[in-house]
T-cell receptor, first 109, second 115 residues
Framework: SQKIEQNSEALNIQEGKTATLTCNYTNYSPAYLQWYRQDPGRGPVFLLLIRENEKEKRKERLKVTFDTTLKQSLFHITASQPADSATYLCALKGGKLIFGQGTELSVKP | DAGVTQSPTHLIKTRGQQVTLRCSPKSGHDTVSWYQQALGQGPQFIFQYYEEEERQRGNFPDRFSGHQFPNYSSELNVNALLLGDSALYLC??????????????FGQGTRLTVV
């Protein structure tokens, strides 16, 4: 069956460092992959979309890679700030969105 | 633009009761999807409505039903509530039937507690 897995453990990093979050998927060939940010008690907010023919995409301090051979996407936040603390969700797009379980990121000052 | 709005924000129901949650999509959006999010989990797709019809459905029982109105707003109905239905219910709107590389805009969710 189709499966999406993200880092199951929370990620704790120091302010200014680069945070790297992983999203792996199986039994799926997505045309697109999206990343969302979710704060406690709120709905997810769209961050980035990457297509299957794109290897990398950047938006300000965010960078996403998409390796269809490894069936993996990496999400990087450079120069992280405490305000980046949230849960980050990856989602595969094929009409409907299929989400991973999310990775909680905590950036300490 | 008010974005996606959901009501109510919080709700407490008793087992066996029925509940209706409401969603108004972002202005200009024609597609509404509903998700259930348990604590510590990612959102799980319930179903999607486009042109007032259910277009796709996730792995949820028939107790979960919905409707989309001509103004694109939507309702999610859950019958015979179970304790396990306690979750954050999210509505997301998008364009063009949800196909293609369109992002989804989420509402703030409705926190349903079944006691």
């Amino acid at each position: 069956s189709q499966k999406i897995e993200q880092n199951s453990e929370a990620l704790n990093i120091q302010e200014g460092k680069t945070a790297t979050l992983t999203c792996n998927y199986t039994n799926y060939s997505p045309a697109y992959l999206q990343w969302y940010r979710q704060d406690p008690g709120r709905g997810p907010v769209f961050l980035l979309l990457i297509r299957e023919n794109e290897k990398e995409k950047r938006k300000e301090r965010l960078k996403v890679t998409f390796d269809t051979t490894l069936k993996q996407s990496l999400f990087h936040i450079t120069a992280s700030q405490p305000a980046d603390s949230a849960t980050y969700l990856c989602a595969l797009k094929g009409g409907k969105l299929i989400f991973g379980q999310g990775t909680e990121l905590s950036v300490k000052p | 633009d008010a974005g996606v709005t959901q009501s109510p924000t919080h709700l407490i129901k008793t087992r066996g009761q029925q509940v209706t949650l409401r969603c108004s999509p972002k202005s200009g959006h024609d597609t509404v999807s509903w998700y259930q999010q348990a604590l510590g989990q990612g959102p799980q797709f319930i179903f999607q409505y486009y042109e007032e019809e259910e277009r796709q459905r996730g792995n949820f029982p028939d107790r979960f039903s919905g409707h989309q109105f001509p103004n694109y707003s939507s309702e999610l109905n859950v019958n015979a509530l179970l304790l396990g239905d306690s979750a954050l219910y999210l509505c997301a709107s998008s364009l063009a039937g949800g196909q293609g590389d369109t992002e989804a805009f989420f509402g703030q969710g409705t926190r349903l507690t079944v006691v």
